[in-house]
């Protein structure tokens, strides 16, 4: 270990409990709950095993009035819901972590879908979940019921052995509901001053404190800046609400404003964004202190803890793209930690699929049912096979680096263009996506590390070379490209005129790997893919100084980044940089004085421009794989088996090209690795 990163590992007390050092995963969810008790035991063990010294679980409702669906929120409203909950507490105690439970109530935010239960909230406010009607005004008699509720959940999760019980009021929970001089518009003691408006926690926390506060540590969640997302909560106020609430707690977690501010992506937010307010938590409360800020660099923790600004060091998302990371720092493996690359994947999986993934990470989430631990590999039954990957994308490197750690003894990879990469090779180029890069990175270490992988770049296989090339197993991962030819989603008919050989038609490769540009004038960039390259072209071109209108047919731009919760902060981001939007228009026709095509109320839509780029549709290189798929031409070359993987299958999002690299190397001495194993569900048992 660095001796500067000495300070990471120093054990502290917290309440009854002692963490065993200050790398902490706060509370995130994963989709898991407690319906996939196992899933969710081996996705929050792994953390434990990792070094992680606090390991959380997720947001727990304690009512049924803060239910979650269609999302999957842990709930703890009876004692089989504790059973599921005690699989998670075991398998994390057995690497000798501390547990925590964000026991929480969602106030007007939750959905109640399922339980049809009327929300409540402080004061009949309106809510993001306004049209599903708006919450009750809690009574006293709530009041009460919801405490109570708190301190039951509490007593069954220390029963079940959980460490930490938080009382969870960040994200405008019901609790930042009744913080907020705004949401809370309540005339009885539980409103006002703000004495009156941290009541209900303080009186929350002293319960909780009071049956559980013996045998297990309190910690409160708690925003200490408001943003944009929070309106009335002041920094100035929740200090002084945690100076009055410091014999109560036993670890102060603090954040800031709404979940796309608090969970940030790279894009917009910097490592340690939050610092400006957490930082200043220490001046109202002796007591522990854990903050977040998508830490990834141990020097920065390091100095944040000597410093004092923080005890701990929380993190979500870098431990999900790294559980090893502490092992890696108190090893001094500092070059393996893979970082997280804030992209948000994580979440818009976790929200949208209710199964956490990760974009850096290919194992997250897949600890139980296919049994796959990020750190470990056992030796492939066919290793001494020799094997050729084609094509050094994210798909390619992957697999490489999933071969080389199973022994296989010779694995080349070998990229056409001069670096390993693919598509991320330029998409960490455009504005703001720079740490994406991190995804090639961590790669290139690994497949620096592997004696048995060699790289060669700059060499693209024919079909003739790689029969020629003398491996017995070849894996193409050629990716794919966007195409030039106009052919949209979504049944639209291909545009007119859309060809990318001409000079005022452009690719998003074109613009990026070519250097293509148009001669000067406006520009037009068309996207039908809706994330990351048409937003990206388009700033990068107003970037150098054109006028860039980004044409969407969807009704919001880019609405792939909302489920990565940045979609409102991408759009007021391009219209700041000068990118003007048309949203809801589809292209029909092109030529060099403009674009053609209808509105979404299909009304005639025209735009005079000078050159368009098409962000439209991508297609797989699989020529290759059509030339060679011939079990005859293989087996007269000696190949025994002939793969593909990534976007050479189909184009698909990065997360999901590494996953399937991932997949072909862990199983590529099953019977068939062409076909995915089974992998283990969890169901609910009948009877
Ligand atoms: P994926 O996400 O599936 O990895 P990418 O498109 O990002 O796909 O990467 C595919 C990579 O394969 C690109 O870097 C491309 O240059 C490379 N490639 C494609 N065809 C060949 C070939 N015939 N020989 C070598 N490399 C190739």
């Not at 947001?59 to 049924?64: G, L, R, S």
């Not at 408001?226 to 707690?249: F, K, N, Q, W, Y």
Request: glycine share 10%.
């Amino acid at each position: 270990m660095e001796p500067r990163h000495a300070v990471l590992f120093e054990p502290l007390r917290i309440g009854p409990k002692v963490l065993p050092n200050r790398f902490y995963q706060v509370p995130h969810a994963s989709g898991f709950g407690v319906l996939e008790p196992r899933t969710q035991a081996a996705f929050r063990a792994i953390k434990a095993e990792g070094g992680w010294g606090g390991v959380c679980i997720e947001y727990t409702a304690i009512a049924e009035d803060s239910e979650e669906s269609p999302a999957v929120s842990g709930v703890l409203w009876d004692d089989e819901d504790a059973a599921a909950l005690a699989v998670t507490v075991d398998a994390v105690h057995a690497h000798g972590a501390l547990v925590g439970l964000e026991l929480f109530h969602g106030g007007s935010r939750s959905e109640n879908g399922k339980s049809r239960a009327v929300r409540v909230t402080p004061s009949q406010a309106t809510s993001e979940v306004q049209w599903a009607g708006l919450a009750k005004e809690m009574e006293l008699d709530d009041i009460r019921r919801l405490q109570r509720a708190w301190v039951e959940a509490a007593v069954r999760a220390r029963d079940v052995g959980v460490d930490i019980v938080y009382v969870y009021g960040a994200h405008g929970y019901l609790l930042t509901e009744f913080f907020s001089s705004v949401l809370n518009q309540r005339r009885d003691a539980y409103g006002g001053p703000l004495a009156n408006r941290g009541r209900f926690w303080l009186e929350t926390l002293e319960a909780v404190r009071g049956a559980v506060g013996a045998e297990c540590a309190v910690a409160t969640r708690i925003p200490v800046h408001g943003g944009e997302g929070l309106p009335g909560i002041e920094t100035e106020e929740m200090l002084r609400l945690i100076e009055m609430g410091s014999d109560l707690v036993d670890l102060f977690d603090v954040n800031v404003g709404t979940w796309p501010e608090d969970s940030g992506t790279s894009r917009y937010y910097e490592e340690g964004h939050q610092r400006t307010w957490t930082d200043q938590v220490h001046q109202a409360t002796p007591k522990p202190v854990v903050g977040v800020g998508r830490y990834t660099s141990p020097d920065l923790m390091a100095e944040i803890v000597r410093t004092g600004a923080l005890d701990v060091i929380g993190a979500a998302r870098p431990a999900i793209a790294d559980p090893f990371l502490p092992r890696k720092v108190a090893e001094g493996r500092l070059d393996e930690i893979r970082e997280c690359t804030g992209s948000n994947v994580c979440i818009a999986r976790e929200e949208s699929l209710n199964h956490v993934g990760c974009i850096q990470n290919a194992t997250a989430g897949e600890e139980y049912r296919r049994g796959w631990h990020p750190e470990l590999f056992t030796r492939a039954a066919n290793a001494d096979k020799s094997v050729l990957v084609v094509g050094g994308g994210p798909a390619g490197m992957e697999c490489a680096v999933v071969l080389g750690k199973r022994g296989f003894s010779a694995v080349h990879l070998v990229e056409a263009r001069p670096r390993l990469g693919g598509r991320v090779e330029w998409v960490r180029r455009l504005p703001t996506l720079g740490d994406w890069g991190r995804i090639v990175d961590w790669r290139l270490v690994q497949l620096d590390k592997l004696a048995n992988v060699e790289v060669i770049c700059g060499r693209r296989l024919a079909a003739s070379s790689i029969l020629e090339y003398g491996a017995e197993i070849v894996i193409l991962a050629t990716g794919s490209s966007w195409r030039g030819d106009g052919v949209q989603p979504e049944a639209r008919p291909a545009i007119a005129g859309a060809d990318a050989s001409l000079a005022h038609v452009l690719t998003p490769e074109q613009v990026m790997l070519e250097g293509k540009r148009a001669a000067a004038g406006r520009v037009v960039v068309y996207d039908a893919d809706g994330y990351i390259v048409g937003p990206g072209i388009a700033e990068l071109l107003a970037g150098e100084g054109s006028e860039v209108h980004l044409v969407t047919s969807f009704t919001v731009v880019s609405p792939g980044s909302d489920a990565t919760l940045e979609g409102e902060r991408l759009r007021r981001h391009l219209h700041d940089r000068g990118v003007r939007q048309h949203r809801g228009v589809t292209v029909l026709r092109l030529d060099e004085t403009g674009v053609e095509g209808e509105d979404e109320f299909a009304r005639p839509w025209s735009l005079e421009c000078a050159s368009v780029v098409l962000v439209t549709q991508q297609q797989s290189n699989d020529a290759l794989y059509h030339e060679l798929a011939d079990d005859e031409l293989l087996a007269s070359a000696g190949i025994e088996r002939l793969f593909r993987v990534g976007d050479a299958v189909a184009p698909r999002p990065i997360s999901e090209a590494i996953f399937d690299g991932h997949r072909l190397g862990r199983e590529i001495d099953a019977e068939d690795p062409g076909q995915r194993l089974v992998y283990l569900r969890e169901r609910t048992q009948l009877g």
